[in-house]
């Protein structure tokens, strides 16, 4: 259980808001602290990556794309870059921009497709490209898939290890308990998937899928999340309000929503689990 933790309705929505501790599970004596030293996979990515490929990644990485000889308009930015095993690779983390921007979504496509071609960008190599989904966090089912599965199939060799897990949860959740860590999915924030486009749900719906062939917890875990989301806003107020966190007119986004969750696989913290706060 999450120390402290409470709920509050808010007086104008009626939804509830879980006021999480998460630094009082992991031993940081303040959020601030939390945030500054370790603050998620988001901000902890970069010592992931040094954890488990043992290099530092350059940031910001220029990329052109070139014709005729010649780099042509802006570069494009890759978040991370190194070469690992004669492979140039690449990990862009993909924020909620990503889902929600038509345009975003195809310049996405145009970049990737040059980072592959190496008649297309002024390196001429072939980028190898890793995506992290801005919803997605370090749990061992996501770490074997990432730097495992994915890293076999673009990188020709797994750079996975127990050993490198532990120590990668360590330096971004300051715990080395897998059961401690926050689960993937939605669980805060504004930008939900109801704030996706067309392209941006489908983008999301073939990644979780992807993912969850091998390791069906993500999806699980995804799903766990929304499904709280979706609690604390209706419960107080009108049904209807879930509207704000997934497209209910939606089929498809239906069909990949609704099945049965397995407790097997809902060994993480969801600050909105009820068992995690008082709702006093």
Same mark, same amino acid.
């Given at each position: &259980?999450? #120390?402290?933790?409470?709920?509050?309705? +808010?007086?104008?929505?009626?939804?509830?808001?879980?006021?999480?501790?998460?630094?009082?599970?992991?031993?940081?004596?303040?959020?601030?602290?939390?945030?500054?030293? $370790?603050?998620?996979?988001?901000?902890?990515?970069?010592?992931?990556?040094?954890?488990?490929?043992?290099?530092?990644?350059?940031?910001? @990485?220029?990329?052109?794309?070139? #014709?005729?000889?010649?780099?042509?308009?802006?570069?494009? !930015?890759?978040?991370?870059?190194?070469?690992?095993? +004669?492979?140039?690779?690449?990990?862009?983390?993909?924020?909620?921009?990503?889902?929600?921007?038509?345009?975003?979504?195809?310049?996405?496509? !145009?970049? =990737?497709?040059?980072?592959?071609?190496?008649?297309?960008?002024?390196?001429?190599? !072939?980028?190898?490209?890793?995506?992290?989904? @801005?919803? &997605?966090?370090?749990?061992?089912?996501? *770490?074997?898939?990432?730097?495992?599965?994915? *890293?076999?199939?673009? %990188?020709?060799?797994?750079?996975?290890?127990?050993?490198?897990?532990?120590? *990668?949860?360590? *330096?971004? @959740?300051?715990?080395?308990?897998?059961?401690?860590i926050f689960a993937p999915g939605l669980h805060n924030t504004l930008e939900t998937i109801a704030s996706f486009c067309e392209d941006g749900l489908e983008r999301f719906m073939k990644e979780v899928d992807e993912m969850a062939v091998k390791y069906p917890s993500i999806k699980h875990q995804i799903i766990k999340s929304l499904e709280l989301y979706i609690d604390d806003v209706t419960?107080?107020? =009108?049904?209807? &309000?879930?509207?704000?966190?997934?497209?209910?007119?939606?089929?498809?986004? +239906? !069909?990949? @929503?609704?099945?049965?969750? /397995?407790?097997? $696989?809902? +060994?993480?913290?969801? %600050?909105?689990?009820?068992? /995690? $706060?008082?709702?006093?």
């Amino acid at each position: &259980m999450i #120390k402290n933790q409470k709920s509050q309705i +808010n007086p104008t929505t009626n939804f509830v808001n879980p006021k999480y501790k998460y630094h009082n599970l992991v031993g940081v004596k303040d959020e601030k602290t939390f945030k500054e030293k $370790y603050g998620y996979i988001e901000k902890g990515f970069a010592k992931c990556l040094k954890i488990f490929f043992g290099v530092d990644f350059k940031t910001e @990485y220029n990329v052109y794309n070139t #014709k005729n000889g010649k780099n042509s308009g802006s570069p494009f !930015r890759c978040d991370f870059y190194n070469c690992i095993n +004669n492979k140039h690779v690449v990990f862009e983390f993909n924020g909620p921009i990503h889902y929600q921007i038509p345009f975003k979504i195809l310049t996405d496509k !145009r970049k =990737n497709s040059i980072l592959k071609d190496p008649s297309k960008n002024n390196h001429e190599v !072939r980028f190898e490209v890793f995506k992290i989904p @801005y919803y &997605m966090q370090l749990t061992k089912d996501y *770490a074997k898939f990432l730097f495992q599965d994915v *890293a076999l199939e673009k %990188i020709g060799r797994s750079f996975y290890s127990e050993e490198k897990f532990k120590s *990668a949860i360590k *330096a971004i @959740y300051n715990t080395d308990c897998e059961n401690k860590i926050f689960a993937p999915g939605l669980h805060n924030t504004l930008e939900t998937i109801a704030s996706f486009c067309e392209d941006g749900l489908e983008r999301f719906m073939k990644e979780v899928d992807e993912m969850a062939v091998k390791y069906p917890s993500i999806k699980h875990q995804i799903i766990k999340s929304l499904e709280l989301y979706i609690d604390d806003v209706t419960q107080h107020t =009108n049904p209807e &309000m879930k509207k704000l966190i997934i497209p209910i007119q939606n089929e498809k986004f +239906n !069909r990949f @929503y609704n099945f049965k969750l /397995n407790e097997k $696989y809902l +060994n993480c913290i969801f %600050i909105r689990e009820k068992k /995690n $706060y008082d709702k006093t």
